[in-house]
């Protein structure tokens, strides 16, 4: 078990570029979330997937966000036409049936800072 | 919707002594768990504690331990002999366990910083 991991760390970009991310969860984790968390905030819930489907949105998930989760494994965001407001922390998490836990804990991945300049 | 409260933005607490966060939510469901997560300085989120609403005896692990008035829908963290690997952003977050939705709703965090 090596944890959630997500790629890039650290993404700087150009306002009107778009940008990928990608998670890898606990690897039997069947579900995966998607966070932003803004500066002095908590983290804001984006989506959600269990196992390749997508189940929850947020309305935060404007048109140019997208999430995918091909077999079930990782997943992408993508963002597409990048606005300074976009400027945040973006976290991922996992969780699945963990024998003893009724709570599905989520584990969080260290999250990829992103910087639209 | 739900809403999580932690009205101290900001605490500190000397090396060995004992601090307690507050947090509040507000649900109209009965069956919802509740977390607190530490996020040390630029280090990911981690799980410090978590409460199941209808367990009334209240969780414990290790140097933390939680407060749960479920009539009064407050939440709070007790960390006793605090060490200086504690300082960190604290969250309070809130899961509704009954509606088939996983996603967690967050306070705004609560800053602590233990002093040697």
């Known amino acids: 078990d090596t944890g959630v991991s997500q790629d890039p760390r650290h993404k700087i970009t150009k306002r009107g570029q778009n940008v990928t991310f990608r998670c890898d969860p606990i690897?039997?984790?069947?579900?995966l979330y998607w966070y932003r968390q803004t500066l002095g905030q908590g983290p804001e819930f984006l989506t959600y997937?269990?196992?390749?489907?997508?189940?929850?949105k947020s309305r935060l998930l404007s048109d140019r966000f997208s999430a995918e989760r091909p077999k079930g494994s990782f997943s992408t965001l993508e963002i597409q036409r990048t606005e300074q407001g976009d400027s945040a922390m973006y976290l991922c998490?996992?969780?699945?049936?963990?024998?003893?836990?009724?709570?599905?804990?989520?584990?969080f991945g260290p999250g990829t800072r992103l910087t639209v300049l | 919707a739900q809403t999580v409260t932690q009205s101290q933005p900001e605490m500190s607490v000397q090396e060995a002594e004992t601090v307690t966060l507050s947090c509040t939510y507000d649900t109209s469901e009965s069956n919802y768990y509740l977390f607190w997560y530490k996020q040390p300085p630029s280090r990911q989120m981690i799980l410090v504690i978590r409460?199941?609403?209808?367990?009334?005896q209240n969780a414990t692990e290790n140097r933390f331990s939680v407060n749960f008035q479920k009539a009064a829908k407050s939440f709070s963290l007790k960390i006793s002999d605090s060490q200086l690997g504690d300082t960190a952003m604290y969250f309070c977050?809130?899961?509704?366990?009954?509606?088939?939705?996983?996603?967690?709703?967050f306070g705004k965090g609560t800053k602590l910083s233990v002093i040697p």
């Open positions: 997937f269990q196992n390749e489907a997508q189940l929850e």
């Open positions: 998490a996992s969780s699945g049936p963990t024998s003893g836990d009724r709570t599905d804990t989520q584990y």
């Open positions: 690897s039997e984790h069947n579900r």
């Open positions: 409460q199941e609403a209808y367990k009334q």
């Open positions: 977050a809130f899961m509704n366990a009954g509606a088939g939705s996983y996603q967690l709703t």
